[in-house]
């Protein structure tokens, strides 16, 4: 008899960054997250964003980070004030950039997660997104700073 070792993997990779601050409402941080055309104004990777239609489920962006090729992303999720999801279609792999906003006693909570799921998801990684979870802290900031000026 051969004795078969059971495998496990990972159907998915996640990594989230969260941060509270009194900087900025929520209103604030969102009105600067939906102006996505300017979004290069404010993150020093983006080269250009684009957003084709409005700010809502089912509209698509363009965004070109500096040094990377343009790239199609999807808003697959939107509650105003609240969470906002974006899908990257990667070949073989997907990955969701997922951005929520929550008042505390402590004041705004500010959560992004990144998932990235797929055949290819460790190459997606290696890629593209452990290079944005990196820089998730100096990212957040920025965009609290940004923010408080509107």
Known sequence: MIKQKKQTTKIMWTKSYSTVTNAV???QIWKLFADVDNWH???EGVEFAKLHGQFQEGTFFTLKPKGG???????VQVEENKVFMDLTRFPL?????EHTFE???EGLKITITMRVEG???AL???LV?????NNLPKDVENQTKAASKL
């Open 25 to 27: 409402t929520k209103e």
């Open 41 to 43: 104004t404010w993150d």
């Open 69 to 75: 090729p343009k790239v199609k992303i999807e808003l």
């Open 93 to 97: 792999a997907k990955m969701y950039g």
């Open 103 to 105: 008042d505390t006693p």
């Open 119 to 121: 055949l290819l998801k």
């Open 124 to 126: 997606w990684i290696k």
């Open 129 to 133: 997104a452990q290079d944005i979870v």
